[in-house]
């Protein structure tokens, strides 16, 4: 979350830049591109932590804590509760995040100056599609089966990793802004045709696809080796890691992408 | 949190045994290393992302943000923020969890009964301690100097490294009761004889110490490689990580045992 400040979250350690020369630099695509290397890092750490603990239905399902919390499911009602925390510190004001939850509430905080760009008007929101995709197939995919009764402790993990796969998604409007500018008459002649198939072919650099998914890979078998228990066994299995960049994070971050170049060219 | 469940996280994946037994399961010494063992991991990616970040002093003044949280620093407003939620789900109800914050809300979901045990009546609590060393010298010591602007993704990384941190130090009544039961006359007998400095010998184990240190330099050497960005730089230097135990968690836990040990045998 980097509501409080102006910019959004990156790799960089100290930067003292003003906000509009960062504000530009953010759109060289080497620079997004450090943001989505660290941001593997902090997926594959929150994903780890959430496989150490069972599948847990019990978290996903709607009014299983009924009287409590007025029939949502935990993981609904632990996101709202987390997300209005973030909300009144400004989190969602900040052109690169974007909320699980409806109904937030306002700032407590006076409200930031963006620059008037597309990227901050540009609301694109992939959430529910992540959401359900994570709740239905990635923690089935990467949890041991069953109930271990760690409700908390696994929709804490909840959060965290969807909050992050949101962040890493939605940071394809800058990488779609970057590729925009690189050819902006290319991309509003492929937006103008109205055919989605050339736009993502032309969003599409294969070889940097087949870079993040060997880094992925990688990163997983390092984080997630076991090093000291009994079992002997790795947290995490690297190819189901690799296989939520390759089915979900990839093509979610291009819908990204295609969903922003479309708006963007229908508001010039 | 594992306070909607009946007993500590652990490791293990999956597990139907029932709560007694495995109440009893917890305090075999070697079940309560593993849970360590996996806390180190956890501890490590906190202090990772954190690492980030700027030192950010900002975040722990108080009266910072004065007319919003009234004079609260954004970490105390966060923390209270966050408990209040994890304490409705009554995550401190439970005997492995303290809260850094005073005046949290009671429960919205019914008690759970957790055996009349002598772990579940301790509250030893030393997040006071585990905060004021956090704040002046721990992130000091991990994070860049200077301020980054990034107050709320800084924020939301002390949460987790604080709570991670006072799981891990509170883990030590665990530890005390499994030394307490293997030798309760030994225990009793120091403990009345008031000799602070016997105690601490009989509870160290200076071999498991230094092997716990070679471990937790490994790992951070491992989760704290740069794979991939420019820089070629590490996430976070190991020998700090390593630091962060021998200084703190280390000394901190046999604290929390001591203290421990002397409300055990002062109820009996």
Redesign the interface.
Known sequence: ???????P?R?K????APAAVESNRQLLL?SIR?VL??L???II?AL??RA???RNAFIYRRGA?EQ??GGRS?LDY?LF??EA??AR?R?YTSPDEEPFSDNLPAP??PPLSFPENPLALNRVNLNPAIRAAYEAEIVPLLC???D??????S??CDV?CLQALSKRIHYGRFVAESKYREAPEQFARLVGAGDTAALLAAITDAAVEARVLE?VE??AR??G?E????SGKA?IDAGRVVEVYSRWIIPLTKEVQVQYLRERLAAI
């Open positions: 979350m980097k509501s409080i400040g102006n910019r979250a790799a350690k100290t930067q003292t080497s450090d290397i660290r593997e890092d902090t750490f780890i932590e150490q603990f069972s804590l409590a919390i935990l632990l509760e987390t925390i973030h510190l989190r407590i905080l041991p089966p069953g271990d009764a760690q409700y908390g402790s929709a804490l965290a880094r990688g990163k390092a984080y080796v090093t000291g228990s009994a947290k």
